[in-house]
């Protein structure tokens, strides 16, 4: 199974500032179709998780452009280039290259 | 209103049995692959299982192969997960998420869930 890691697990950050969550996955996420099957999703207290981004670094529907994904193979990475109140929650890498899917443990970010 | 929402969640003994049910609404359910993904109560996601979209494909996490059966009835636009053997780690809220469209592979539309508690 592929085991994906998220860091850093808590991250408060000042409002207006930028913030970065790294996923790192356990094996190369390039699936044989020459995509990369690696999203993100955002869980708001007591909210289902929300899809951010997929496929690397395709921002679905309605997200706003202050959020981006990018990274290659193992190492990925989202960023927040400036932090508002209503992106508290917390930030979950995902893999679908292979199944089974996994889930990084979750980065909790929070207000200073 | 494009949407799933998750039932026949509740308390059951360990060893018991229950089957939960997503019911879609607002879009085709038949062209969407769909999955089920757990989560303990202020812990991590966990996947489950994943049907495709006409039933022929099926996925399962090792931690309940053998346990769990997913399947579907496109004509009721509903999604289920038989669950047996049912053990205290089995205990979390349970939600369907669909597959985006497309063969993207993420997970675009997510239910609130059903809790599933199981009592040793």
């Known amino acids: 199974d592929i085991v994906m890691t998220q860091t850093p697990l808590s991250s408060p950050v000042t409002l207006g500032q930028p913030a970065s969550i790294s996923c790192r996955s356990s094996q190369s996420l390039v699936h044989s179709d020459g995509n990369t099957y690696l999203s993100w999703l955002q869980q708001r207290p007591g909210q289902p998780p929300r899809l951010l981004i997929y496929?690397?670094?395709n921002r679905f529907s309605g997200v706003p452009d202050r959020f981006t994904g990018s990274g290659a193979g193992t190492d990925f990475t989202l960023k927040i280039s400036r932090v508002e109140a209503e992106d508290v929650g917390v930030y979950y890498c995902?893999?679908?290259?292979?199944?089974?899917?996994?889930f990084g443990p979750g980065t909790k970010v929070d207000i200073k | 209103e494009v949407q799933l929402v998750e039932s026949g969640g509740g308390l059951v003994q360990r060893g018991g049995s229950l089957r939960l049910s997503c019911a879609a609404s607002g879009f085709t359910f038949s062209t969407y692959a769909m999955n089920w993904v757990r989560q303990v109560p202020g812990k991590g996601l966990e996947w489950v299982s994943y049907i495709g979209d006409s039933g022929s494909t099926i996925y399962y996490a090792d931690s309940v192969k053998g346990r769990f059966t997913i399947s579907r009835d496109n004509a009721k636009n509903s999604l289920y997960l038989e669950m047996n053997s049912l053990r205290a780690e089995d205990t979390a809220v349970y939600s369907c998420a669909r597959v985006l469209n497309g063969g993207e592979e993420a997970f675009d539309l997510w239910g609130h869930g059903t809790m599933v508690t199981v009592s040793s």
């Open positions: 496929k690397l670094s």
């Open positions: 995902m893999q679908a290259t292979q199944f089974p899917f996994t």
